[in-house]
């Protein structure tokens, strides 16, 4: 792995955000100076920084330093570099920049020029043709930078400021740079904030660009995404394969975080503002999650009822020295502090100004002050508290429970679609057929079954490898990961078609289309968040209901494929005292309940599952002291509840495959650690009494020889449903009887 050095410039203020965003993409030998900070890393990590870095400014890497006094060393100096190795082509284009700080060359345009003539002559010499000069987007931009009289000869791989992100297609007067606007954000935790549900509103948000950059930062979106050019693009080392495959995941990502955004909403008294605001969310395909509409400041307060309980109030306010009267901007102040006090009193708040004195015309409580530059202008950005955190709206937004769960898949099979068709290429166009087909026929067993969630495709087509589930009137999407040699910038134009293609097929609003990329979880990531939206519903599985949440967690709640299983302790339930292992959100536990178990004890090591068991059986209306919750590392309690002497007639366990959580006393493999731990469960077993025993891990071995005191019967086949019949590895599953 060849390792390079490279300098990524930021503007005053960005440098902390820039250090911290490098070391988040893994970067770690870096080092933080005036305007820049300088790292050691691969290609594909420059690159990842232009594509991922909200507040950078370029990224360079350099390739040449020497000393240069005059013109004539400054010459000498850059054909001591083999520009062949940079810039090849016979019609290729070149640009230059040129700063000098503190050196005796100090005429910028001369010192350019100067480079320009030694890069071409030698070219000429070579080749016998030369480059020509394109300002714009040439296919090598050259940076040098003279300080001291010491030259730093390096190529310029962001090729133009990466603050210009390619969505900004109509501007509004003295708009805010996206880099800033980011760096406003990202101060003000927003990212935080909105895997939180937090809502953002900029009530005078001119062309959008606070609207769109929390939209990029909730929904997991490359900030370069949307730019065709890159300075490295046309470059003759090029690292192809690595920006493919960085461009792939951005794309994943993308897809999947646009599940989670939360409410975005802007406006702005100028009409004009609004329709420039509107066009460049448009250009960065978010026009269907921001909701912009002309409306002056203190109109905000009508709808302060319709927003979210908690969020940010962000603003690019007029400045005294655009409007000559700094007076002026009294009221404005006093009404943004009013409109949260009164309205929206658990709101934060981040305003820009170039007279910090006016914040304190809000009221508000201050908790920090940043320096940043906004052009020219050296302003400072306010961030205020939240006037009461424990403040909640009376008109809060319905949960989604409240959401209708009627099965309408079936009748809608054959009505006209609600989104116009796309064109498609061949393979989407099998894709959708299929999907149509599954629907179809699954839609009729489902309402047959009583079921509104149930899964309709299972990577049914090689290119589409998906899993798709229905629950209620949402979708839910997850990616299994591609293989290592399928190019992945086709996987995600898959994808993307999958994405456009559910929708029409299915007949559901794309905001109800739910994407995550399906991988092998270890540890506790199993239980880590990836969002905190709330938005769970219910859902109704064999006449019994259970909360789920598309959004905020790597599973939804509820193991479709286990729904058999759960019905097997349903039928074998009554009258009998019930242990659930590793128990997860408790649906095996519901079902005992309503099966007629005479007692419950539910255990797992996650309180959000536990809490979550709790409710699904407080929404079947079962909760009762007879069935208990314990909080618990499984394999260190089964210790502790032998030596109690407990004792079950049925237990159900499903442990994860693999787990090396910190909350456990010792890592934990399902395919080694089987015998011990099925051992123990069956010293809690009364006679006669069964375990049922599941596994999802594919290459799975049960050890019968070793586990011989139980009578052994194989269920895997009696437990698989018929949305998962296409894939019979889903799950294992045996019953395990005490002589």
Not at 48 to 77: D, K
Not at 138 to 146: E, G, H, I, K, T
Not at 319 to 326: E, I
Not at 562 to 583: C, D, I, P, V, W
């Amino acid at each position: 792995m060849t390792l390079h050095k490279f300098t990524v410039t930021a503007a005053r203020g960005m440098l902390p955000l820039l250090t911290a965003e490098l070391e988040q993409f893994g970067i770690t030998k870096l080092k933080q100076e005036a305007g820049s900070v300088r790292f050691t890393g691969t290609l594909k990590q420059a690159y990842q920084v232009c594509l991922w870095s909200r507040v950078a400014v370029r990224v360079l890497m350099p390739i040449g330093h020497f000393a240069a006094e005059t013109p004539e060393q400054l010459y000498a100096g850059i054909q001591t570099i083999n520009w062949s190795d940079h810039i090849a082509a016979e019609d290729a284009t070149l640009a230059v920049d040129f700063n000098s700080f503190r050196s005796k060359i100090n005429h910028t345009q001369f010192g350019a020029q100067k480079v320009k003539d030694a890069i071409v002559d030698q070219l000429r010499e070579q080749f016998g043709h030369r480059p020509s000069v394109d300002l714009f987007q040439p296919d090598l931009r050259v940076n040098v930078y003279l300080k001291h009289n010491q030259a730093i000869v390096s190529l310029d791989l962001s090729g133009d400021s990466l603050h210009k992100r390619g969505y900004r297609v109509q501007n509004t007067d003295a708009p805010l740079k996206e880099n800033l606007a980011a760096a406003i954000l990202l101060t003000a935790q927003w990212p935080s904030l909105a895997r939180q549900g937090w809502g953002l509103v900029d009530p005078m948000c001119g062309s959008g660009t606070f609207l769109i950059e929390a939209a990029m930062m909730a929904a997991d979106i490359a900030p370069g995404m949307l730019r065709d050019y890159f300075g490295f693009l046309y470059w003759p080392q090029h690292d192809k394969t690595a920006w493919h495959e960085l461009k792939a995941d951005a794309e994943r990502r993308r897809l999947s975080g646009l599940a989670r955004l939360p409410v975005i909403k802007g406006g702005d008294q100028d009409p004009q503002a609004v329709k420039a605001a509107q066009a460049n969310i448009a250009a960065a395909g978010l026009a269907e999650h921001i909701e912009v509409s002309e409306r002056r400041l203190l109109d905000w307060t009508a709808v302060s009822r319709q927003l979210p309980n908690q969020g940010l109030l962000v603003c690019n306010p007029p400045y005294g020295t655009r409007m000559g009267n700094v007076h002026e901007l009294h009221f404005l102040f006093e009404s943004i502090g009013n409109i949260l006090q009164e309205n929206l009193p658990a709101w934060r708040s981040a305003v820009i100004t170039d007279n910090a004195s006016l914040g304190k015309f809000t009221g508000l409580t201050l908790f920090d002050q940043v320096p940043f530059d906004n052009g020219p202008i050296a302003c400072e950005v306010l961030y205020y508290r939240a006037v009461d955190s424990r403040a909640t709206s009376k008109n809060a937004r319905p949960s989604a429970s409240a959401w209708p769960q009627a099965n309408k898949y079936e009748e809608e099979a054959e009505t006209p679609q609600i989104h116009a068709p796309v064109e498609r290429s061949e393979q989407a166009q099998m894709f959708a057929n299929r999907l149509q087909k599954n629907v179809k026929h699954l839609a009729k067993w489902a309402r047959k079954q009583g079921l509104d969630c149930y899964r309709v495709y299972d990577a049914d087509l090689p290119d589409y490898a998906v899993a798709i589930d229905i629950y209620g009137d949402k979708v839910h999407v997850q990616e299994y990961a591609p293989p290592a040699e399928i190019d992945p910038l086709k996987a995600s134009q898959r994808l993307d078609e999958v994405m456009q293609i559910v929708p029409e097929v299915l007949s559901v609003s794309r905001q109800n289309v739910v994407l995550k990329l399906r991988q092998r979880q270890r540890g506790s990531n199993q239980y880590e968040t990836q969002a905190a939206l709330k938005q769970r519903f219910a859902v109704t599985e064999n006449g019994l209901q259970f909360w789920v949440n598309l959004t905020d967690y790597l599973d939804t709640g509820l193991f479709l494929d286990h729904r058999l299983t759960r019905q097997y302790l349903m039928e074998n339930a009554r009258g009998k005292s019930f242990l659930n292992l590793f128990a997860y959100t408790g649906s095996g536990t519901v079902y005992a309940a309503a099966g007629g178990a005479a007692s419950s004890l539910t255990v797992d090591m996650s309180n959000t599952y536990l809490q979550w068991a709790q409710d699904n059986l407080q929404l079947n209306q079962l909760d009762g002291q007879q069935h208990q919750f314990i909080r618990a590392d499984v394999i260190a309690w089964l210790d502790k509840a032998i030596a109690d002497g407990l004792q079950f007639d049925l237990v159900f366990v499903d442990p994860p495959t693999f787990s090396n959580s910190s909350k456990m006393s010792d890592i934990f493999d399902v395919q080694r650690d089987h015998v011990s731990m099925l051992s123990k469960i069956g010293q809690l077993v009364r006679p006669n009494g069964q375990i049922v025993f599941s596994t999802n891990r594919r290459d799975f071995k049960l050890d019968e020889v070793a586990l011989n005191t139980f009578v052994i019967k194989d269920m895997t086949k009696a437990t698989l449903p018929t949305d998962f019949a296409r894939n019979p590895k889903i799950h294992y599953c045996w019953s395990l009887t005490k002589s």
